[in-house]
């Protein structure tokens, strides 16, 4: 791809500006505001419907950009559904950037769900702040919308005066509103349309694009979330790794505890043992002499 593509940030502008100037010159923008309605096209009407287009035309080429990697992301996530060790962890797609931290952190033992999670919310963010500036040109379309509007009415609020200042006949009077302010009322209404219109069109593109963005991030998380339910003991955590040590000196723990309560059971019967001794020994002796014959 040359330096200078579709994709570059100075494309979008360019060609919206080309484009809206050949409208103009061609007599579209013109055509534009009759079919809404206005019976006369001002310069200035013209001259702002123009900006709309260019800026409408600005904000749907910076979305469309989106589409390819959209369909990247797609695929990859397609491919690892099937077999991750389709994905290679230098691409540059969610499923990859995952992979490979997956590794790193598997690697230095830490806790791969969480760093994970990480990666998730930091592709979300870095979603939703990639779109601003669109988001930006879709709310100043019905801006300048409005501000075509006032200056059409203000052209026409010109004219009338003009009209008035030269005669004070009622007739004149009734002549000029016919002639400079109903036909620019329409004019100038019309812009505002054309601008509403086109803020519509293109939020719609926006939140499409939005939409299927968010969900190549909810995707590629799920992918390895099934692949870390899947994972063998020994990618556990170090609680999971030392279960086995834990149970053996559980084991081995219970085996102590009988021989000690053995132990004690025969201390207790030696005890038992004595103290009978002692009492046999304590209590007083009576001895009988028998005489021999």
Known sequence: MSGFGWRHSAFAPVVSLVVSALLLVAGVVEMLLVSVGATTAPVAAELVVTLIIAVFVTAVLRIVRAVPDIRRESEATARAVVNIQTVKAGDDTLVARRLKLFKEAAD??????????????????????????????????????????????????????????????????????????????????????????????SFGAMALVERYERASVVAADEVFLIYIARLPGKHAGPATQAAPAMQGLTQELAHSRGRTEELVKGLDALRTAVERLSAVESRPQKYTLVREP
Request: charged share 15%.
């Open 108 to 201: 230095a033992g830490s806790d791969c769900e969480a760093v994970l999670s990480a990666r998730s919310a930091l592709d979300d963010s870095e979603m939703a702040n990639k779109h601003h500036l669109d988001h930006a040109l879709i709310w100043a379309l019905p801006v300048f919308g409005f501000i075509g509007t006032a200056l059409t009415m203000a052209a026409m609020v010109t004219s009338f005066s003009g009209a008035l200042d030269r005669q004070g006949d009622p007739t004149v009077l009734i002549t000029a509103l016919k002639q400079h302010v109903l036909p620019e009322l329409a004019s100038a209404f019309g812009v505002t349309l054309i601008a509403l219109f086109l803020s519509v069109v």
